[in-house]
Antibody, heavy 123, light 110 residues
Framework: EVKLVQSGAEVKKPGESLKISCQGS????????IAWVRQQPGKGLEYVGL????????RYSPSFEGQVTMSADKSLGTASLHWSSLKASDTAIYYC????????????????WGQGTLVTVSS | QSALTQPRSVSGSPGQSITISCTGT?????????VSWYQHVAGKAPKLIIY???KRPSGVPDRFSGSKSGNTASLTISGLQAADEADYYC??????????FGGGTKVTVL
């Protein structure tokens, strides 16, 4: 069974750093893209970016380029999302999802999702 | 690129059919057959219900169907059930590693 398990909820202050994680199991984690998706309070889903854990190739949505950093740890089978200086507007639920990507960056589907990590940034 | 356009809400009575539209442009929805739909119940992980415009993953009831005409994709839920109450999001490939979500549609079963 494919499973993506995310790290727990976080409460941080503006300016602090944070890394949240997503651990995959039940499939070859290194050979499938992982996407990050944001849902701010009361709003819809937004695509953050993609990472290929096998070689850490990353692709960011233009809206998130420079705002977050994606990384992967092959030995742990995890993908991570990192902020160096959080803002209140980063408050959201962040989901990781396995992405079926064809050659040329063609997204076919997000076929398995993590349970989400709630990030709250407040002074 | 802008998000795809969905109606904010759609409602129907049990047993009825409803359709949710997802409008993009010729560079995303209209240009490729890579539209997917997700059902999202608050507090749970989103769930894939349609991909490649019309395909259903195993385990998804055939009450859910997808279609596309021009720059607009649609999700139809037939035989509406109380369990179908959720937010529904469309998603489209929009070119080289470009991925777009719709704003989401809240489905209410009356």
């Amino acid at each position: 069974e494919v499973k993506l398990v995310q790290s727990g909820a976080e409460v941080k202050k503006p300016g602090e750093s944070l890394k949240i994680s997503c651990q995959g199991s039940g499939y070859n984690f290194l050979s499938q893209w992982i996407a990050w998706v944001r849902q701010q309070p009361g709003k819809g889903l937004e695509y953050v970016g993609l990472i290929f854990p096998g070689d850490s190739d990353t692709r960011y949505s233009p809206s998130f380029e420079g705002q977050v950093t994606m990384s992967a740890d092959k030995s742990l089978g995890t993908a991570s999302l990192h902020w160096s200086s959080l803002k209140a507007s980063d408050t959201a639920i962040y989901y990781c999802a396995r992405a079926q990507i064809y050659s040329g960056g063609v997204l076919e589907r997000f076929d398995s999702w993590g349970q989400g990590t709630l990030v709250t940034v407040s002074s | 690129q802008s998000a795809l356009t969905q109606p904010r809400s759609v409602s129907g009575s049990p047993g009825q059919s409803i359709t949710i539209s997802c409008t993009g442009t010729r560079t995303d929805v209209g240009g490729f057959n890579f539209v997917s739909w997700y059902q999202h119940v608050a507090g749970k992980a989103p769930k894939l219900i349609i991909y490649d415009v019309t395909k259903r993953p195993s385990g998804v009831p055939d009450r859910f169907s997808g279609s596309k005409s021009g720059n607009t994709a649609s999700l139809t839920i037939s035989g509406l059930q109380a369990a179908d109450e959720a937010d529904y999001y469309c998603c489209s490939y929009g070119g080289w590693y470009i991925i777009l979500f719709g704003g989401g549609t809240k489905v209410t079963v009356l």
